[in-house]
């Protein structure tokens, strides 16, 4: 999977719409600047347009629902109270296809927000891919193993000192199927 292109509009400290476009062939992507300049809010739209409510990101942050984090990340600076993330990747397959990723919301109501996505294949609005994303990036890139390509690089520091073993064994058991066992388990149970 190759970044071309990444598109932030009123999203964390990126107010407006500011797109960032990458040309190299490579698979790998580095971001540095100074703290507080957008890093980590750019690690996590990447991860927000891929995986939405599946993100590790979300899942590691300290809100209670997706809808809570979205609207934390909505800059209102513009007033119009509306953000979203745009991703454009392209896959390394026989048919080098673009897929174009766009996860929109807002936090006009205070209670609830609501995301709409939509996802486009080489410029093509998709509706199967639309409907079924989250299914087919799956079997691309499962999200329990995105921290393991994406990450940040202030989480290196806690890797080295945190107790990894936990995390390492829930990726392998996530890569391998067996997590989805144990809760067809439980669900069989209940």
Do not use: C
């Amino acid at each position: 999977m190759i970044i071309r292109r990444l598109t932030l509009h009123n999203f964390g400290v990126y107010a407006s719409t500011n797109t960032f476009e990458f040309s190299a062939n490579k698979p790998i992507v580095l971001i540095g600047g100074l703290n507080g300049r957008g890093k980590t809010t750019f690690l996590e739209a990447v991860l927000i347009a891929l995986y939405g409510s599946n993100s590790f990101a979300f899942k590691e942050s300290r809100y209670n629902s997706y809808g809570q984090y979205l609207r934390s990340y909505v800059n209102r600076d513009d007033g119009s109270l509306e953000a979203y993330v745009e991703l454009k990747i392209e896959l390394n397959n026989s048919a080098h296809d673009y897929y174009t990723i766009k996860r929109m919301w807002d936090s006009k109501n205070k209670v609830r927000s609501t995301e709409s996505i939509s996802v486009k294949k080489n410029d093509i609005e998709d509706e199967f891919l639309t409907k079924n994303w989250s299914m087919f990036i799956e079997n691309i890139l499962p999200s329990a193993l995105s921290n393991f390509f994406f990450f940040d690089g202030e989480k290196i520091a806690e890797l080295a000192i945190d107790n990894t073993d936990s995390k390492l064994k829930e990726s392998i058991r996530a890569m391998l199927g067996i997590s989805i066992i144990d809760s067809l388990k439980t669900d069989i149970k209940r």
